[in-house]
């Protein structure tokens, strides 16, 4: 039932309804003939989920955007909603300066997560909007340190978590954000004394250079809380469960695919060696244990690998749920297709790129699934090919599915 979704609608006309209230105090009446009382929990219930079903599907984005907003402080829950977003096909973006609000917003239907949700920028976050809505939008990074006059911490975090992604790269910004800042307060303190514009007196150059993708990705989880423009795990094969599905089970063995975040090694009274980690997914984290016995076999990933796991869920003497991982492989960076900035690459079984009858099966795949996604194929581990604008394709589970099934039948032979 867990994975039960609904196929079609058909109409099948209409006929007279009743709307009954009934006296008292009582709630759950229902009458003969299928009559339910307007005092039920299934008449608000219903209303409720007619009401949320149509804004989400005629307003997906302002609906995507107003829950995570309603669970903007709870970090797991905003990975689901954000999760679910993407998969309706909803750009999720990282704040923007110039076009965030305080938590998460829906503009020209992309969700934006707030200003608010970064780290270290309370004051400045707020200092923003409230120069923004007075004066109109930030023209320049100049403009924006000039009128908010952020501190360096703030000037980081904003960097890193993409709200400055206008004005420069990340790394650009961050590596000169101690000179930017003196610049700004210099050329301010110059200007009282000059008849000419502040920018006249700015010459710091943001250099161009930026994070490697995965370093990007981890400082703006760090500064966000969550992945916002890109996940460690785009392009593996997300496995039977997601961390998600695994909340509300009970008494199962379930593999999912996740990133280790944290190892904390312990050692029992008995001198013992056991870990407990978090790992996370797209859809949530998880804090799961190595119990001794298991320990000793098969020991413990190190933070930052992607792997495999196998757990066993269940409730521990407390009756509370827990987590045991009994088996785990790392997954290596092969075992994946990656979006990196725009380009979706793949990565070519060895000896694919000679294969001309497999190269043309690959050909047509592409050229059913045209889109305006560019393609890169990495040949060996330092080489990659980009495609022509012919072969841009629609990034989708379609064309994912149909290129895996390509190059599983190719390895396979």
Same mark, same amino acid.
């Not at 009934?22 to 219903?46: D, R, T």
């Not at 070519?348 to 890169?376: E, T």
């Given at each position: 039932?867990?994975?039960?979704? !609904?196929?079609?609608?058909?109409?099948?006309?209409?006929?007279?309804?009743?709307?009954?209230?009934?006296?008292?105090?009582?709630?759950?009446?229902?009458?003969?003939?299928?009559?339910?009382?307007? /005092?039920?929990?299934?008449?608000?219930?219903?209303?409720?989920?007619?009401?949320?079903?149509?804004?989400?599907?005629?307003?997906?984005?302002?609906?995507?955007?107003?829950?995570?907003?309603?669970?903007?402080? /709870?970090? @797991?829950?905003?990975?689901?909603?954000?999760?679910?977003?993407?998969?309706?096909?909803?750009?999720?973006?990282?704040?923007?300066? /110039?076009?965030?609000?305080?938590?998460?917003?829906?503009?020209?239907?992309?969700?934006?997560?707030?200003?608010?949700?970064?780290?270290?920028?309370?004051?400045?976050?707020?200092?923003?909007?409230?120069?923004?809505?007075?004066?109109?939008?930030?023209?320049?990074?100049?403009?924006?340190?000039?009128?908010?006059?952020?501190?360096?911490?703030?000037?980081?975090?904003?960097?890193?978590?993409?709200?400055?992604?206008?004005?420069?790269?990340?790394?650009?910004?961050?590596?000169?954000?101690?000179?930017?800042?003196?610049?700004?307060? #210099?050329?301010? #303190?110059?200007?009282?004394?000059?008849?000419?514009?502040?920018?006249?007196?700015?010459?710091?150059?943001?250099?161009?250079?930026?994070?490697?993708?995965?370093?990007?990705?981890?400082?703006?989880?760090?500064? !966000?809380?969550?992945?916002?423009?890109?996940?460690?795990?785009?392009?593996?094969?997300?496995?039977?469960?997601?961390?998600?599905?695994?909340?509300?089970?009970?008494?199962?063995?379930?593999?999912?695919?996740?990133?280790?975040?944290?190892?904390?090694?312990?050692?029992?009274?008995?001198?013992?060696?056991?870990?407990?980690?978090?790992?996370?997914?797209?859809?949530?984290?998880?804090?799961?244990?190595?119990?001794?016995?298991?320990?000793?076999?098969?020991?413990?990933?190190?933070?930052?690998?992607?792997?495999?796991?196998?757990?066993?869920?269940?409730?521990?003497?407390?009756?509370?749920?827990?987590?045991?991982?009994?088996?785990?492989?790392?997954?290596?960076?092969?075992?994946?297709?990656?979006?990196?900035?725009?380009?979706?690459?793949?990565?070519?079984?060895?000896?694919?790129?000679?294969?001309?009858?497999?190269?043309?099966?690959?050909?047509?795949?592409?050229?059913?699934?045209?889109?305006?996604?560019?393609?890169?194929?990495?040949?060996?581990?330092?080489?990659?090919?980009?495609?022509?604008?012919?072969?841009?394709?629609?990034?989708?589970?379609?064309?994912?599915? @149909?290129?895996?099934?390509?190059?599983?039948?190719?390895?396979?032979?």
């Amino acid at each position: 039932m867990r994975n039960m979704k !609904i196929s079609s609608l058909s109409r099948v006309g209409e006929r007279s309804v009743y709307s009954l209230t009934m006296a008292g105090e009582q709630h759950n009446y229902v009458l003969a003939n299928h009559l339910i009382s307007k /005092n039920c929990h299934a008449y608000p219930y219903s209303l409720i989920s007619y009401q949320t079903a149509y804004l989400k599907a005629h307003y997906p984005a302002e609906f995507m955007a107003a829950t995570c907003a309603s669970v903007s402080t /709870n970090i @797991e829950k905003s990975s689901v909603y954000l999760y679910e977003a993407r998969k309706m096909g909803l750009k999720v973006s990282t704040p923007d300066i /110039n076009k965030s609000d305080y938590n998460f917003t829906a503009v020209d239907g992309e969700i934006l997560v707030g200003l608010g949700s970064l780290r270290n920028v309370g004051v400045a976050a707020r200092k923003a909007l409230e120069e923004r809505s007075e004066s109109g939008p930030f023209t320049s990074l100049v403009d924006f340190l000039q009128r908010v006059n952020p501190n360096l911490r703030e000037l980081k975090s904003l960097a890193q978590g993409g709200a400055l992604d206008a004005y420069g790269t990340r790394l650009g910004i961050v590596s000169v954000a101690e000179d930017l800042l003196n610049h700004v307060r #210099k050329s301010l #303190k110059k200007q009282q004394e000059s008849l000419f514009d502040t920018d006249e007196f700015f010459d710091v150059v943001i250099p161009t250079h930026e994070y490697p993708l995965a370093t990007k990705m981890a400082l703006e989880k760090e500064v !966000i809380g969550i992945y916002v423009s890109g996940h460690p795990l785009d392009g593996f094969d997300p496995g039977e469960f997601t961390i998600a599905d695994l909340y509300d089970l009970d008494d199962v063995w379930a593999d999912i695919t996740c990133i280790v975040s944290t190892v904390d090694l312990k050692t029992t009274r008995a001198g013992d060696r056991m870990a407990k980690l978090v790992v996370e997914d797209q859809t949530g984290t998880l804090e799961v244990v190595i119990f001794p016995k298991s320990y000793a076999q098969i020991k413990a990933p190190k933070a930052g690998d992607v792997v495999e796991v196998g757990l066993r869920v269940g409730r521990d003497r407390d009756q509370q749920r827990n987590y045991i991982l009994n088996k785990w492989k790392k997954i290596e960076t092969d075992d994946r297709n990656e979006v990196d900035g725009e380009v979706l690459k793949f990565y070519l079984p060895k000896g694919f790129a000679q294969d001309s009858v497999a190269l043309s099966q690959l050909k047509g795949i592409l050229l059913d699934n045209r889109g305006s996604v560019p393609v890169g194929f990495y040949i060996s581990r330092s080489t990659t090919l980009a495609l022509s604008e012919e072969f841009y394709v629609d990034n989708s589970d379609k064309l994912k599915d @149909e290129v895996k099934a390509l190059f599983s039948s190719y390895s396979s032979r």
